[in-house]
């Protein structure tokens, strides 16, 4: 049997920080394209 518990806590662990980075760089980028798009 897998421990499909541990296994899901691993992964989410895993992921969380890249969500965390995907969002805060998102921001970013959007930030960027708006500042570039109104300074022409």
Known sequence: TMPWGEIAAASTMATLPLV??????????IRGLSAGAVKG
């Open 20 to 29: 965390v980075l995907t969002l805060l760089f998102q921001r970013r980028i």
